[in-house]
């Protein structure tokens, strides 16, 4: 099961938002990889670049060097030939040197099977050695690195302009994900990128790195450390502008969708096959100038049939077809809670878009979910598309509520269907990892403030906690109203959330963002230090002190309830991280139970704190 997580979670984007500049690289661990195919380029023209005498191989590339780079735009010249599985890009790139240091050389990646065919640095010609590096930030396992010395060294906050072509085949690899254990099935099901005349689908980084990149290696083996690298590495790239022209070659039926960076665009060919053997048919299609944001350049060209209907395109295979109307039921059957906390005025269409395989693994691109479309009741699909119909709702630029309010929206309807205690214990379910993610004393504070998260326990299950303790703070009517009223085109800053919320609340809620959103505070770890029951003057009634001790980092209001047989008292209590407060209750009957927390607020460990208390026999 573990190996299937990893499969599962590997096929799912990381949404759009905004990044933070990287800081100056750390030492760390070098990954030199084996060099095995080292030659130089020259060209004298501005087309496409052809092959020089072998060079010398360099030496290999430091993590530091992969790390100083930071793109900052991609315009991107694509042809695809399916019938060889193959493709050839000329990318022309601006790169900025983000470390301390002078960069003497260029380190770029692409998949392994492609090969570099030339480079120009500043409109030059330039010479490269290129070598495979082992990474699982391709689907092969591993990258080709090209190593551009250059004649100027490139100062600190500097940019260069590269203009860079390559060529070679992007077919199905499983490698990866079987090296590691996962069955041959289940990995082709994860990892089904490629090119070929049934489906062009390319990811980008993470999955198949179809366009340049500049990496430190990673391995799927090294527990959640892919994941948050390969999340750092987009949040690092995500100001990044992309334009993409395609152009793809084709002999049998025409594709008529393109999904450019989760861009659809319905497509008709320029051309079609002649009866002249070998001459294909011709579709091209274009992106104009995006910002990239929190995800990675995709590329997809199929043949799909439509079917809309509440607010939702099912691009389907010729043989789901009639699974179709089940996915748009389903969105019927969740927009209604969309609305009530989101609005009734979608900022587009969710666009269902069928993969090639059954079981293929969902992959979802701004508001475009790839997935299988499969025979089943629509009942059976509103987890998946209330989490997706809510990016057509709501969108923002910091990845925490990009990708938090989908998923707080996922665990509201789970409330919905199956009750609080349902979604609570749903959600319990990850706070093991992140428990194990935050900083556990003093010296780990500032870890990863959520307001900047890049790793996804962070940005899914830290952010959802934290919108439903907002919503005990707030209310559900005043939240829904500041989601409702954010503006993402004015929020900068990353705090217009906050500032909306508290003006809808009428409350400040400053002390909370500052523990749980604008830093990274860790986490409350809470206990009931004592329990002190005196009866009251009224009689039949007690007043009991409940002392509830914080020894975690973070501080947090939870609700405390105290109960008797027959009645139960609830107070909010505020509790600051490393202290210790007392509150008074005045209960009416014996007391039999204190509890602290209801699940809400994620501790370090359980977050749910109950303490029987004795009753009298004569009172039972």
Not at 387 to 397: A, K
Not at 409 to 430: I, T, V
Not at 533 to 560: C, F, M, Q, R
Request: net charge negative.
């Amino acid at each position: 099961m573990r190996v299937l997580w990893f499969a599962a979670v590997l096929a799912l984007l990381a949404p759009r938002a905004g990044a933070q500049q990287a800081p100056p690289p750390a030492a760390e661990p070098e990954h030199p990889g084996k060099v095995i195919l080292s030659r130089s380029i020259e060209d004298s023209g501005n087309g496409p670049v052809a092959a020089a005498p072998t060079a010398k191989a360099a030496e290999a590339a430091t993590d530091a060097e992969r790390q100083a780079i930071t793109f900052l735009a991609y315009d991107l010249e694509v042809h695809l030939h399916p019938r060889e599985h193959s493709m050839a890009v000329r990318a022309r790139v601006q790169v900025r040197n983000d470390s301390d240091r002078p960069l003497r050389r260029l380190p770029l990646q692409i998949s392994s099977p492609l090969q570099w065919t030339g480079v120009r640095v500043a409109d030059a010609p330039a010479t490269f050695s290129q070598q495979l590096v082992d990474s699982d930030i391709d689907h092969t396992g591993a990258l080709r690195e090209a190593l551009i010395p250059l004649a100027q060294p490139l100062a600190p906050q500097q940019s260069l302009a590269l203009d860079l072509s390559y060529e070679g085949p992007v077919a199905l690899s499983a490698d990866r994900l079987e090296q590691i254990g996962t069955p041959a099935d289940v990995a082709e099901a994860s990892d089904w990128d490629r090119v070929s005349e049934e489906f062009v689908g390319l990811r980008g980084f993470g999955n198949v790195a179809w366009y340049p990149v500049a990496s430190v290696p990673v391995r799927l083996g090294d527990g959640a450390k892919f994941f948050t690298d390969a999340a750092a590495e987009r949040q690092r790239q995500s100001q990044a502008t992309v334009t993409m022209r395609v152009t793809e070659e084709f002999f049998g039926e025409a594709p008529n969708l393109a999904v450019l960076d989760g861009e659809t665009i319905t497509l008709t060919p320029s051309s079609l096959p002649t009866d002249r053997v070998g001459v294909p048919g011709i579709v091209t299609c274009e992106l104009p100038p995006a910002r990239l944001g929190f995800s990675s350049p995709s590329l997809f060209l199929l043949t799909r049939s439509p079917q809309e209907g509440n607010g939702v395109t099912v691009f389907a295979r010729t043989e789901d077809v009639a699974n179709a109307p089940a996915y748009i039921s389903a969105a019927a059957l969740v927009t209604p809670l969309i609305h009530l906390w989101l609005g009734s005025e979608p900022k587009g269409t969710l666009n269902i878009v069928d993969l090639p395989e059954a079981n293929d693994a969902p992959f979802e691109d701004g508001t475009v979910l790839f997935t299988d479309v499969r025979s089943t009741e629509p009942e059976k699909l509103t987890d998946v598309l209330v989490h997706s119909l809510t990016h057509v709702y709501f969108r923002s630029p910091s990845p925490w509520l990009q990708e938090g309010v989908p998923s707080f929206m996922g665990s509201l309807w789970l409330e919905k269907n199956h009750g609080r205690d349902f979604a609570l214990q749903q959600l319990d379910n990850s706070r093991g990892a992140l428990s194990l993610a935050e900083p556990g004393d003093v010296a780990g504070i500032n870890q990863q403030a959520l307001l900047m998260a890049r790793d996804p326990v962070y940005y899914r299950t830290k952010a959802t906690y934290v919108l439903w303790m907002l919503r005990d703070l707030a209310g559900d009517a005043a939240l829904a109203r500041a989601l409702r009223a954010y503006q993402p085109g004015s929020d900068t800053a990353g705090t217009g959330f906050e500032q909306v919320l508290e003006r809808e609340a009428g409350k400040d809620l400053k002390w909370f963002f500052e523990n749980w959103v604008n830093h990274d505070r860790g986490l409350p770890d809470l206990s009931i230090a004592g329990v002190y029951p005196n009866k009251a003057s009224v009689p039949g009634s007690y007043i009991v002190a409940v002392d509830v001790a914080n020894s975690g980092t973070a501080e947090a209001e939870v609700p405390v309830s105290v109960s008797s047989l027959t009645t139960t008292v609830t107070e909010r209590l505020r509790i600051p991280a490393k202290s210790r407060i007392s509150h008074r209750f005045l209960l009416e009957g014996q007391p039999a139970e204190v509890a602290v927390n209801d699940g809400t607020v994620p501790e370090v460990e359980a977050s749910v704190h109950r303490q029987t208390l004795a009753v009298p026999a004569a009172s039972k």
